[in-house]
Each structure stands twice: as structure tokens, then as C-alpha cells.
């Protein structure tokens, strides 16, 4: 259902999830439908379509024509694609570092009215408390008291946002439904471990989504760039790590490189990134100059498996000396943007998308 949005003069108008204003053109003849044009690329780079309206479809005189009805374009709002915002109630189960706490907020800003979170004991961050409504305290492994955390609170969609600590993995002490899902797993990776849990939760009425449509505004795209330009030799390293990178995915083995002048330093497998980051980075020498790239899986699920970056891996740049870090453009979340930038200035080290 399109939601219904104001424009600063107070005129209201009916505005179609996911189509950028600046796709729209008001014609001056009247008549009773809309008509498209021609596919054509959004910042975000995926297609969509330029909207043209008629002049009778303007808002309060003309509420029933779909898509979109606009008086003064460039003042409308628009919704973000995915339904995120009809979302009244929503449960998070919620890792470690800001990412839980941020889609807390965002959830609230688009108009979810209630936020559930299931927490790990040693993991989330106990801020997390103060921006939801409710928040269930666990152990990691503890699948049925998840999934009932959920079901006990009437809640039937759940994101998951944050990591575990992979030193957790092996420590956890499975109830008997979490052990069942990793004996019936042949292959133990993030996909297969993650879509089991989904099945789980979808047995008990739980559906795990796609936290996307809150996160699109931190999810930079083609041409993002932030400190020093890259110079010719960086650029060719990124884009030999690139390849890499992709193919490390396709493996199963983990999503991050780092290479100088050509040479692989380092290949994130289990220990994550930060810690591929420090590997790399001292195996570049004492003059540093370290070229990182990291990148999201090929045909990734978009439900746990967001690449993700934020002021601790500029940090981790920077003490690796690591000069140059490249993420996939629109597949990649980018937290806390503005401490980004003053440490890629403050530290000299160049942060830019790559596709």
C-alpha cells in the first residue's frame, strides 16, 4: 500500500515505496492513468523507472490513480522499497558492536511501533536495552529460548543484525533443538548455520527478513569515496582483490583480501576481519601501504549476510597500516559515517566503494 506523505506546504500526497522524486515528471495534459518511460539507473544502481503523472493526478484531487501522485516534486518523500515502514512490530536478533542499536533506531523512524530483541550474554551491547521495548537475555545456542522469545511476545518477523564473536562458536553449549539443526548440517558455515536457524524459526511462525530496506541510507554505492585518492598501483591492487575476493566467496572461505603490489598478504577465513586486516597489514613491512578489499558474497542471503564496516575497522587500518580499503558498492553497510570520515582524514587512509 503507498503511504501517504506531506510536502513542506502542507499538501499531501500519495507516494509509491522505493521511486526516487527525482524520477518523476508531471505532465500538463489531464488523464486518468499514469504512463512509464524507459528503465533508467537509480544512485543506488539498481533499474527502476521514470514515472510520468498526469496534471489531474495531484494530491487531495486525485487519490485513486496509481503509482504516485505529486504537486511539488522535488519536496516529496519517498518510502524505502521492501514494506520496512507497515512493519508494526519487529524482533531483532541482535549480535554485537552498533549494528543492533542502529537498526533499533532506524526501525523506530520509519514507523515501527514495537521492537523486540532477543540478547546474547557477552555479545550485544546492553545499550540496546533503552531503544526497545522488550529484550530477552541468552546464552548463544540457545535456540528454543529464541525462537520463544518471539513466539511468547506475538512476534512474527525478526531481523538479525551484529556478529558473534567466532571464539563463541566453539564454545557454546547447544540446547537439544540447536543440536539437532547441526547434526542434520553437513557443511557448518554462516549460510548454512543462519538459514537453518530461519527454517527453525519459520516452523514456530517466526519469519527471519532482510533488514535492508532500513539500512539502505548506510549502504554507499558507485563513486562513494572518502580521504586521499588511490593512486594507479593501489586501483590495480584493488582491482586484483577484487577478483580475489569474489572467489574467496564463492568458496565459502570468507570475504575480505589484503595485497600489496600484487602480492596476497592475507585471505579472511574464520578469524574474521579485523583480524585478516592486522595479519596483512604486518606482513606489508615497516613502510606499510596495505591494500584491503573486502566484498559480499555471490548470491549472498540478504537476511545474515551483509558485509560490514565502521569506525573499529578504520581503526584496525590504521594500526596495520594499511593504507587503502575498498568495500563492494551497494552490498556493504558503512556505520557511523561521520567518524569515519575524520579517521580516514586524520589517518590518511583512503575508503571507497568498488563494483
Same mark, same amino acid.
Given at each position: 500500500?503507498?503511504?501517504?506523505?506531506?510536502?513542506?506546504?502542507?499538501?499531501?500526497?500519495?507516494?509509491?515505496?522505493?521511486?526516487?522524486?527525482?524520477?518523476?515528471?508531471?505532465?500538463?495534459?489531464?488523464?486518468?492513468?499514469?504512463?512509464?518511460?524507459?528503465?533508467?539507473?537509480?544512485?543506488?544502481?539498481?533499474?527502476?523507472?521514470?514515472?510520468?503523472?498526469?496534471?489531474?493526478?495531484?494530491?487531495?484531487?486525485?487519490?485513486?490513480?496509481?503509482?504516485?501522485?505529486?504537486?511539488?516534486?522535488?519536496?516529496?518523500?519517498?518510502?524505502?522499497?521492501?514494506?520496512?515502514?507497515?512493519?508494526?512490530?519487529?524482533?531483532?536478533?541482535?549480535?554485537?558492536?552498533?549494528?543492533?542499536?542502529?537498526?533499533?533506531?532506524?526501525?523506530?523512524?520509519? /514507523?515501527?511501533?514495537?521492537?523486540?530483541?532477543?540478547?546474547?550474554?557477552?555479545?550485544?551491547?546492553? /545499550?540496546?536495552?533503552?531503544?526497545?521495548d522488550d529484550i530477552v537475555w541468552i546464552k548463544v545456542g540457545q535456540l528454543s529460548k529464541m525462537?520463544?522469545?518471539?513466539?511468547?511476545?506475538?512476534?512474527?518477523?525478526?531481523?538479525?543484525?551484529?556478529?558473534?564473536?567466532?571464539?563463541?562458536?566453539?564454545?557454546?553449549?547447544?540446547?537439544?533443538?540447536?543440536?539437532?539443526?547441526?547434526?542434520?548440517?553437513?557443511?557448518?558455515?554462516?549460510?548454512?548455520?543462519?538459514?537453518?536457524?530461519?527454517?527453525?524459526?519459520? #516452523?514456530?511462525?517466526?519469519?527471519?527478513?532482510?533488514?535492508?530496506?532500513?539500512?539502505?541510507?548506510?549502504?554507499?554505492?558507485?563513486?562513494?569515496?572518502?580521504?586521499? #585518492?588511490?593512486?594507479?598501483?593501489?586501483?590495480?591492487?584493488?582491482?586484483?582483490?577484487?577478483?580475489?575476493? #569474489?572467489?574467496?566467496?564463492?568458496?565459502?572461505?570468507?570475504?575480505?583480501?589484503?595485497?600489496?603490489?600484487?602480492?596476497?598478504?592475507?585471505?579472511?577465513?574464520?578469524?574474521?576481519?579485523?583480524?585478516?586486516?592486522?595479519?596483512? /597489514?604486518?606482513?606489508?613491512?615497516?613502510?606499510?601501504?596495505?591494500?584491503?578489499?573486502?566484498?559480499?558474497?555471490?548470491?549472498?542471503?540478504?537476511?545474515?549476510?551483509?558485509?560490514?564496516?565502521?569506525?573499529?575497522?578504520?581503526?584496525?587500518?590504521?594500526?596495520?597500516?594499511?593504507?587503502?580499503?575498498?568495500?563492494?558498492?551497494?552490498?556493504?553497510?558503512?556505520?557511523?559515517?561521520?567518524?569515519?570520515?575524520?579517521?580516514?582524514?586524520?589517518?590518511?587512509?583512503?575508503?571507497?566503494?568498488?563494483?
Amino acid at each position: 500500500m503507498p503511504g501517504l506523505s506531506e510536502v513542506a506546504d502542507g499538501t499531501k500526497a500519495v507516494v509509491l515505496a522505493g521511486i526516487p522524486a527525482t524520477q518523476i515528471e508531471v505532465l500538463d495534459s489531464p488523464g486518468p492513468q499514469a504512463t512509464r518511460g524507459d528503465d533508467r539507473p537509480t544512485q543506488s544502481g539498481l533499474a527502476s523507472r521514470t514515472h510520468r503523472l498526469p496534471a489531474c493526478a495531484v494530491a487531495d484531487r486525485c487519490l485513486s490513480v496509481i503509482p504516485l501522485f505529486v504537486t511539488k516534486v522535488a519536496e516529496i518523500e519517498t518510502l524505502p522499497p521492501g514494506g520496512g515502514p507497515g512493519i508494526e512490530t519487529i524482533g531483532i536478533i541482535a549480535g554485537n558492536r552498533s549494528l543492533p542499536l542502529i537498526f533499533a533506531r532506524e526501525a523506530r523512524k520509519q /514507523g515501527v511501533k514495537r521492537v523486540v530483541a532477543v540478547a546474547f550474554d557477552g555479545e550485544t551491547d546492553p /545499550g540496546l536495552a533503552a531503544l526497545v521495548d522488550d529484550i530477552v537475555w541468552i546464552k548463544v545456542g540457545q535456540l528454543s529460548k529464541m525462537i520463544s522469545a518471539f513466539t511468547d511476545r506475538g512476534v512474527k518477523q525478526c531481523i538479525m543484525a551484529g556478529q558473534i564473536a567466532p571464539r563463541n562458536l566453539y564454545e557454546v553449549r547447544p540446547d537439544l533443538r540447536a543440536v539437532g539443526v547441526l547434526l542434520r548440517l553437513k557443511v557448518k558455515n554462516a549460510h548454512t548455520v543462519f538459514g537453518a536457524i530461519a527454517d527453525e524459526l519459520k #516452523k514456530d511462525g517466526v519469519e527471519l527478513i532482510e533488514a535492508t530496506p532500513w539500512f539502505k541510507p548506510l549502504m554507499p554505492g558507485v563513486g562513494f569515496q572518502m580521504g586521499p #585518492k588511490v593512486s594507479d598501483e593501489q586501483q590495480s591492487d584493488i582491482e586484483i582483490g577484487f577478483r580475489l575476493a #569474489k572467489e574467496i566467496t564463492r568458496l565459502e572461505i570468507g570475504q575480505t583480501v589484503v595485497l600489496k603490489d600484487g602480492a596476497i598478504l592475507a585471505v579472511e577465513a574464520f578469524e574474521g576481519t579485523d583480524r585478516c586486516l592486522t595479519r596483512g /597489514g604486518e606482513l606489508a613491512g615497516r613502510d606499510g601501504g596495505a591494500v584491503a578489499v573486502k566484498v559480499a558474497r555471490e548470491k549472498h542471503d540478504l537476511r545474515f549476510d551483509i558485509p560490514c564496516l565502521g569506525p573499529q575497522t578504520i581503526e584496525t587500518c590504521a594500526a596495520a597500516h594499511v593504507s587503502v580499503l575498498a568495500f563492494e558498492a551497494g552490498k556493504s553497510l558503512l556505520l557511523e559515517q561521520e567518524t569515519c570520515a575524520a579517521l580516514t582524514k586524520k589517518n590518511k587512509i583512503s575508503l571507497l566503494t568498488i563494483a
